[in-house]
Nanobody, 118 residues
C-alpha cells in the first residue's frame, strides 16, 4: 500500500487546512487509519485515529478543532484542521493499518508540512 499525503502549507493562526491521504495498492481489511505529527525537536505524536468501527480518537490538544474522516470509495483519509495554532506547526503523517495476523501491516505516508504563523 502506498500513501500520498497532501494539503499542507502555510496558514495564519486561526485559519484552516484540510489534509488528504490517498491510499493505493492492495487494500483490504482496514483496522484503522490516522494522522500523527512531528514538530521540530519533538517526538512524533498521534493526532487522530479512526478505527474501522467505532468513534474517532483525538489528542487532547486538537479535540474540538480537528476532524478525521475517510472516504471508502476513494480510499482517502482526511484531516480537517480548524482554529489552527502556532503549536500545530509540524510535519503531518498519515498511517494506514490493515490486515490480520501475519498479513497485518501499518503503512505511513511521506509527510506534509503544516506551518502556522502567529
Amino acid at each position: 500500500v502506498q500513501l500520498q499525503a497532501s494539503g499542507g502549507g502555510l496558514v495564519q493562526a486561526g485559519g484552516s487546512l484540510r489534509l488528504s491521504c490517498a491510499a493505493s495498492g492492495k487494500i483490504f481489511g482496514i483496522n484503522s487509519v490516522g494522522w500523527s505529527r512531528q514538530a521540530p525537536g519533538k517526538q512524533r505524536e498521534s493526532v487522530a485515529t479512526l478505527p474501522a468501527t467505532g468513534r474517532a480518537n483525538y489528542a487532547d490538544s486538537v479535540k474540538g478543532r480537528f476532524t478525521i474522516s475517510r472516504d471508502n470509495d476513494k480510499n482517502t483519509v482526511y484531516l480537517q484542521m480548524n482554529s489552527l495554532k502556532p503549536e500545530d506547526t509540524a510535519v503531518y503523517y498519515c498511517n494506514w493499518d490493515q490486515g490480520w495476523s501475519a498479513l497485518r501491516n501499518v503503512y505511513w505516508g511521506q509527510g506534509t508540512l503544516v506551518t502556522v504563523s502567529s
